[in-house]
């Protein structure tokens, strides 16, 4: 049955996927956007536009107000105020959830991949929090998983650290965004000790049609798992992101490494590889697009 949906960042690289997977399913979109160009991208595509920004929790709560469900994609990617940019996250979830309390209706919040180092994770895990990270990142989770006890039907995907793809906005992929400014910056791409780091990775088209399942037919309290690939050497994705920047791919020491990626050090280093089999059971996803490094190379 068709229904509409709220998305935020539905503009952005993973949203705008997510926003054209649902209007290809019969589903109506609203979408928050910043700016009249996006505005304009959303209803040339057929959707309707909600101008604000996260931090506009009245207008948030409109959009939560007049739909079926919502769909939360939007992030502040500014690393120099990251802690700052979780805070702004959790209060978008926080009032988006008072106005869904209660009704039933679906809540899809996206968060990461737990990291247990040396271990494959699964849904069930939350992972070590211990990493900086993690600790600012963790609480948008539980206010959302938090929710499946006041009437929400609130999951979460969790995303790997490379979501890769080409969209409007052009090519990206995750935490490469980062590795790629700082190998542009250092004229080397840097991975940790012997860099077989493994690191999970999914197609930006894969993910969005994970979230369409999401918000049709997930449990309340699912956490989910947006993996294709469940942990490629850091070694080899730094070596095919310096082919694609003609660029050399070098070790840094850990002591190194956080002089290079500075806050997200630990992050690039940690072995992190993460199963989805729990999800494709659940919901019957199954990705279907090009795997990490076969994308890096075709967009070299």
Known sequence: MPQRYFVTGATGFIGSA???ELLGAGHQVLGLVRSDANAAALAAIGATAIRGSLEDLDVLRRGAESSDGVIHTAFQHDFARFAESCAIDQRAITAVGEVLAGSGRALVVTSGTPVDAGRVVTESDRGDRSNPVSMLRAPAEDITLALAD???RA????LPRCVHGTSDQGWKGGLLILLTAVAQQTRVVAYVGDGTQRWP?????????LYCLAIERAPAGARLHAVDEQGIPLREIAEHLGKKLGLPAVSRSTADAAGHYGFFAATVGADQPAS?????ELLGWQPREIGLLADLDANG
């Open 150 to 152: 006041r009437g929400v």
């Open 155 to 158: 999951s979460v995907v969790c």
């Open 18 to 20: 997510i926003v054209r």
């Open 201 to 209: 990775a999914v197609h930006r088209l894969d993910a969005a049609r």
């Open 276 to 280: 989805s089999a729990k999800t494709r």
